[in-house]
């Protein structure tokens, strides 16, 4: 017998699939949700719903936006010659929160992962090379996190763009290994930026 | 100039508005909702809308329900003369775990706290008083968090119910003092059934 009725089961297993969430937390969401009025309860779902359908792929750097072609790829003011590849779209918002970058980005959402089995085809590198292929980048610095599947990344792109004859670099180690970027302080990844190296 | 697209930034925003969800667990959560595929999305945008339009309070002991009344109340192999008065929907479920209880139960959805100016309005008293006005009620258990709240409140509902001379009995402190129902294991919660004490 289940205590609680269908519907209420059902939005706690709904919750509890999240990462990070476990039964009791999903219990304690899902009791929040019933408390929320009919038109709140509704927002959340219509904000699901509208951002799943309203937010695509940047056709360009593959982050997310609702147009096209992102804000930062469609800007005049940014320098497209540097691509700054950045495992995923909360990387992007760390390294502008530095105010420093003003070359685009590349999100490869996800990094090589023998382990989870992600390979090259699961990620944005396909796209990452067409867009040097086409022929104006000078440098492309890699910017994915500083652990194993990060490095086995950037390691494993530097060699993908070894013909193309461009500057290939990596952030500095300003940031402390083993850890993740999204948890980097500005002054820690503007040192990182500044002090990029050669691959 | 924000870096998420507007529907994914308000779709954050409500993943924060949840209780115990920062902003970075938030970021988390609308980006794995947006790595789901559009109809678990919508599945999930679905459960919410669903949860919150069928699921009631029982007429007659305000737990959750999609029915008028709920199973427990509803089952004639319940013992309908003793109500065990919990303070939340996830107690009943504790209670039951421990497959010793057989009566019913009432659920205040909430304790008073004159902290949080939660007064007896705000939960469901009236509702248990009409319950045991109605006659055939011999025993109410009460099964409130041992915290000063859920002490406050059994205090309050046992000078209340004095009138109607039925037992009014308290969960022996076979519960840890000061910890939350929730977390009990269920031989605790049986032996606090079993050595209940008259208010």
């Known amino acids: 017998m289940a205590f609680f009725p269908t519907s ?3 939005l706690i297993d709904k919750f509890a699939s999240l990462p990070g969430v476990g039964k009791k937390s999903a219990q304690r969401l899902a009791f929040h949700m ?4 009919n038109q709140e309860a509704e927002a959340f779902a219509d ?7 309203s937010v695509r792929f940047c056709r360009v750097c593959q982050n997310f936006t609702e147009d096209e072609i992102c804000g930062i790829c469609a800007s005049d003011r940014r320098d497209h010659s540097v691509i700054c590849v950045v495992s995923e779209p909360r990387d992007v918002l760390s390294i502008e929160r530095g105010h420093e970058y ?4 590349h999100v490869l959402h996800g990094a090589l ?3 989870l089995h992600i390979g090259p085809e699961d990620i944005k590198i396909k796209e990452l090379l067409t867009r040097v292929a086409e022929g104006d980048v000078e440098e492309v610095i890699m910017a994915t996190n500083p652990d194993t599947e990060g490095e086995a990344t950037a390691l494993y792109l530097s060699r993908l763009l070894k013909p193309f004859h461009i ?5 500095a180690y300003g940031i402390p290994v083993g850890s993740n970027l999204e948890f980097a302080d500005d002054a820690t990844l503007n040192r990182a930026l500044e002090g990029r190296t050669e691959m």
């Open 113 to 115: 992962s023998p382990m």
């Open 8 to 10: 209420l089961e059902n």
């Open 167 to 171: 500057k290939v670099s990596r952030l």
């Open 102 to 105: 003003n070359g685009t980005y």
């Open 34 to 37: 019933l408390s929320l009025s």
């Open 47 to 53: 904000a699901i719903t509208y951002a799943k359908h």
